[in-house]
C-alpha cells in the first residue's frame, strides 16, 4: 500500500505527465503562465546539472547502475521540478484550498523518492530549496513590465543568464536545453497574436491540444532517428530537442488552423 502511495505522489514528476500537463496549459489555458513555466523548467534543468555536478554527491547503489557512470543526486532534479511546476501554480491562482495541497504534496513527495530509494534522504529538501528560489527569480523576470506583452523575450533572456553554467556542465544534454529554450521562444513568438482560442469550439480546442499531443509523441518517438544521419553525434540531442520545442510552441497554431478550414468546408 505505501509503494501505491509513493508512486502516487511522484506522478507529477514524471516526464509524460510533465509534457501532457504543459501541452494543455500552453494550448488550452493560458500561453503566458505554461509557456513562462516551460522556460523556467528548462532553466532549471541547467541549474540542476550544474549543481550536481558541482556537488558529486553518489546515487543510492540500486539506482546508479540504471543511469550513466557520472549520474549524481544533489539536489534531487525531480524534487527540483516538482516544486517549480507546483508552486508556479500555487502564485498563479492563489487559491487557498490548492495551495494547502501543493504544500502537502511536496511533504509527500520528498517522503515518497527517498522511500522509493531513488535519493538519499538530504537529496529531496536540497531540490526543493532550489527549486523554490529558482521559482521567485524566473517569476521576477517574467514579471518585468517590458517583458509582460512579449514574454517570449524572456525566454531568450533567462537562455543568456544560464549560459555560463554551460561550461561547468557535460554537454548532452544541458546544451539541449538552453538550445531547447531558444526554439520554443522563436516559435512562440511567430504565434503569438495569431492564435487565440477565445473565438475557437471546445472542439476545435480539444483537436488542437490532441493534435500537438501526437506531433510531440512523433517527434519523441520516430524524429530522433533522422537526425543521427543529419548531424554528428554530439549534436544529435541538440538538433532534436530544438525541434522538439519549436513543434511544442507551433503545432497547436497548425492544427488550429485546420480546425477551422475543415469547419468551413462542412458548413459550407
Known amino acids: 500500500m505505501l509503494e501505491i502511495i509513493a508512486k502516487t505522489l511522484l506522478l507529477p514528476g514524471q516526464e509524460w505527465f510533465i509534457m501532457i500537463l504543459l501541452i494543455i496549459g500552453f494550448w488550452g489555458i493560458k500561453r503566458r503562465i505554461f ?4 522556460l523556467a523548467l528548462l532553466g532549471s534543468f541547467i541549474l540542476n546539472k550544474f549543481l550536481k555536478h558541482f556537488f558529486q554527491v553518489p546515487l543510492p547503489p540500486g539506482v546508479a547502475p540504471n543511469l550513466d557512470a557520472k549520474a549524481y543526486g544533489f539536489p534531487s532534479g525531480h524534487t527540483q521540478s ?8 500555487a502564485l498563479e491562482w492563489k487559491q487557498r484550498w490548492f495551495s494547502i495541497g501543493v ?13 522509493m530509494g531513488y535519493h538519499y534522504p538530504v537529496d529531496p529538501p536540497a531540490g526543493l530549496i532550489v527549486g523554490l528560489w529558482w521559482c521567485f527569480t524566473c517569476r521576477w523576470l517574467f514579471d518585468r513590465p517590458w ?6 523575450w524572456a525566454g531568450v533572456l533567462l537562455a543568456l543568464g544560464v549560459s555560463p553554467l554551460l561550461f561547468f556542465v557535460p554537454w548532452v544534454p544541458t546544451v539541449g536545453y538552453f538550445a531547447g529554450m531558444l526554439g520554443f521562444s522563436l516559435g512562440w513568438s511567430l504565434i503569438e497574436g495569431r492564435c487565440e482560442f477565445s473565438s475557437q469550439s471546445f472542439f476545435g480546442r480539444m483537436f488542437s491540444i490532441f493534435g500537438v499531443i501526437v506531433a510531440v509523441l512523433l517527434c519523441h518517438i520516430y524524429i530522433k532517428g ?22 511544442f510552441s507551433t503545432a497547436g497554431y497548425v492544427f488550429r488552423r485546420a480546425w477551422g478550414k475543415a469547419s468551413t468546408i462542412v458548413s459550407a
Do not use: C, E, N
Open 82 to 89: 516538482v516544486t517549480l511546476i507546483l508552486t508556479w501554480l
Open 35 to 38: 509557456g513562462a513555466l516551460l
Open 147 to 152: 517583458i509582460k506583452d512579449q514574454p517570449y
Open 226 to 247: 533522422w537526425f543521427h544521419v543529419l548531424l554528428p553525434q554530439r549534436w544529435v540531442f541538440i538538433g532534436w530537442f530544438t525541434f522538439l520545442a519549436f513543434v
Open 103 to 115: 504544500v502537502v504534496w511536496l511533504a509527500g513527495y520528498l517522503w515518497a523518492i527517498v522511500h
